[in-house]
């Protein structure tokens, strides 16, 4: 059954960068497609950034040309790397299917973006 476990958040100051990873369990990786997603507080669950099977890749307007999303189907991992970071983009992310199955939801990884 396929789980998935997020890393890498962290404290960082505006303008800063950190690499986010979604470890998956199973052996399909290579054949999801996949997408991160986060939860400001206060505010519901959105899809920020998704990638195919194939590595095709889409973003959210409020990520674009700041975030990169990428895969390595031999580690069964996903990645997130954020540059640029506002304090907006302070959220719990979270990695799963696309479209995302609820009842997989990870504990995600906290991001705060603040001075």
């Known amino acids: 059954q396929v789980q998935f476990v997020e890393s890498g958040g962290g404290l960082v100051q505006p303008g800063g960068s950190l690499r986010l990873s979604c470890a998956v369990s199973g052996r399909l990786f290579r054949f999801y497609d996949m997408a991160w997603h986060r939860q400001a507080p206060g505010k519901q669950r959105e899809l920020i950034a998704g990638i195919t099977r194939g590595g095709s890749t889409d973003y959210a307007d409020s990520v674009k040309g700041r975030f990169t999303i990428s895969r390595d189907n031999a580690k069964n991992a996903m990645y997130l790397q954020m540059n640029s970071l506002k304090p907006e983009d302070t959220a719990v992310y979270y990695c799963?299917?696309?479209?995302?199955?609820?009842?997989?939801w990870g504990q995600g990884t906290q991001v705060t973006v603040s001075s």
């Open positions: 799963n299917l696309r479209p995302a199955d609820h009842d997989k």
